[in-house]
C-alpha cells in the first residue's frame, strides 16, 4: 500500500513562493506517475502538475509558466510555486498513480493573501 505524506504548505503573501514535497512509501517500485492537485473551497479537485518516473511533466493551466515540478529523489517530487496569487488558494494533494491505482494524501493547505 503506497502511502504519500506532503509538507511545505503554509502561508504567503501574493508574488511571492512556497514549495511542496511529497514523499511515498510502502512500495519498492519506481513509481509510474506522481503528482499535485488542488481542491479550492467550492470547486472541483483541478491537476496542478504531475511528473512521470521518465521524467515528463504535464501542467494544468493554472500552474503554466509559474510552477515547476521535479522527481529530487526516487518516489519524492517537489512542487516549487513562484508568483503566487490569492487565486492558488486551497488544499493540494499529493497524487500517485502506479500498477493501476491512484494514492492521495491528506492534502495540505496553501494560502496566499495579504
Known amino acids: 500500500q503506497v502511502q504519500l505524506v506532503e509538507s511545505g504548505g503554509g502561508w504567503v503573501q501574493p508574488g511571492g513562493s512556497l514549495r511542496l514535497s511529497c514523499s511515498a512509501s510502502g512500495t519498492d517500485d519506481d513509481i509510474n506517475i506522481m503528482g499535485w492537485f488542488r481542491q479550492a473551497p467550492g470547486k472541483e479537485r483541478e491537476m496542478v502538475a504531475i511528473?512521470?518516473?521518465?521524467?515528463?511533466t504535464t501542467y494544468g493551466n493554472s500552474a503554466r509558466g509559474r510552477f515547476t515540478i521535479s522527481r529530487v529523489a526516487k518516489n519524492t517530487v517537489n512542487l516549487q510555486m513562484n508568483s503566487l496569487k490569492p487565486e492558488d488558494t486551497a488544499v493540494y494533494y499529493c497524487?500517485?498513480?502506479?500498477?493501476?491505482?491512484?494514492?492521495w494524501g491528506q492534502g495540505t493547505q496553501v494560502s496566499v493573501s495579504s
Open positions: 511528473v512521470s518516473n521518465l521524467d515528463s
Open positions: 497524487n500517485a498513480y502506479n500498477r493501476g491505482t491512484y494514492y
